[in-house]
């Protein structure tokens, strides 16, 4: 199977991706600038620099207008149903890579623990490994991947390949014995 994946995906792309669209995803919820600076947390002056691309919102805005507005049609054009892993994923890129740190391993519990049912969309998704019960998928901008069931409830997510590969074979694994 061909191992590409879409070039590295960060926080700088999430914030540019969610910026140029601002007004876009301002406008079909009919808010006016006020609103949504009030809504964001920005003055409406830095709003309006971010609409004319002239600056980015910065991460931590660009995340919360994400997830709030995560049923937009022009977020969901944009990353599908899964704006929220890909913002955890790109928030704890590289602090996840420290295992022994146990401070950390709620992450991977919550990974681990990501269950619920998907919207099944495909048009995002590239199947990489086809199981019996499972599925591991990239996403064809982000790169992320997902372990779902052929239920399309999520199992997994991670930027890791060699991880998610890992866990999935853990998960056909236990099915078959059972």
């Known amino acids: 199977m061909n191992e590409q994946h879409p070039p590295h995906f960060s926080r700088e792309t999430f914030d540019r991706m969610i910026s140029e669209k601002l007004r876009l ?21 830095t709003l309006v620099q971010v609409e004319k691309e002239r600056k980015t919102l910065g991460f931590t805005a660009a995340s919360l207008v994400g997830i709030l507005f995560r049923n937009s049609e022009i977020v969901q054009a944009m990353f599908g149903e899964s704006v929220v892993e890909i913002i955890e994923l790109v928030a704890f890129q590289g602090i996840e890579q420290e295992p022994s740190d146990a401070k950390l391993e709620w992450i991977q519990r919550a990974k681990t623990k990501a269950r619920y049912k998907t919207m099944g969309k495909r048009v995002w998704w590239k199947d990489e490994k086809v199981g019996e019960t499972y599925l ?40 078959s014995k059972e």
């Open 25 to 45: 995803i301002r406008t079909e919820a009919r808010l006016t600038q006020e609103q949504m600076a009030d809504i964001i947390g920005l003055s409406k002056k």
């Open 136 to 175: 591991l998928q990239s996403h064809i901008l982000t790169g992320h991947l997902r372990i779902i069931d052929r239920a399309d409830v999520l199992h997994y997510y991670s930027m890791n390949l060699d991880e998610a590969k890992t866990k999935f074979y853990e998960l056909e694994s236990t099915t």
